[in-house]
């Protein structure tokens, strides 16, 4: 069966707004959705009342697998930054957020899963660049 990653921003439209329930469904349906070690950070990282902690904490306990860059994502991840970042005129702080991106579209490629994200921007950069498969929401 064919694997997908959410991206940070589904999760956190889905808790919060309650955005995107269909289609996150018919996500689990159709794929074996897998955990990105890069998202669960920032989900974490950003949980800052105690649902949130315990939602996420809860996420990741149900994780069978969870994805990690390697070191070769780390290796190209730097080069993307670098170079889309100077395309786009990027300031470090915009660098910084999009690694993030870059290391999930990365591990998404090397497992051959697709991306799931509502955004746009960095993920049409990544998709072109290298190739990873992007379902924008």
């Not at 890069?38 to 990741?60: I, P």
Request: glycine share 6%; hydrophobic share 45%; charged share 30%.
């Amino acid at each position: 069966m064919r694997s997908a990653v959410l991206d940070t921003n589904v999760y956190i439209d889905f808790w919060e707004r309650g955005l995107h329930a269909e289609t996150v469904r018919a996500i689990h349906v159709a794929f074996v959705v897998r955990h990105a070690a890069v998202v669960l950070s920032e989900l974490r990282r950003g949980a800052r009342t105690q649902q949130a902690r315990w939602t996420v904490e809860s996420l990741y306990r149900l994780a069978t697998e969870v994805w990690e860059p390697n070191g070769d994502d780390w290796w190209d991840a730097g080069k993307l930054v670098r170079d889309i970042g100077d395309q786009q005129g990027w300031d470090p702080h915009k660098r910084r957020e999009f690694q993030n991106d870059a290391l999930l579209a990365l591990t998404a490629r090397r497992r051959g899963a697709l991306v799931i994200t509502s955004n746009r921007s960095d993920f049409d950069l990544l998709e072109r660049r290298i190739g990873v498969r992007v379902k924008v929401l």
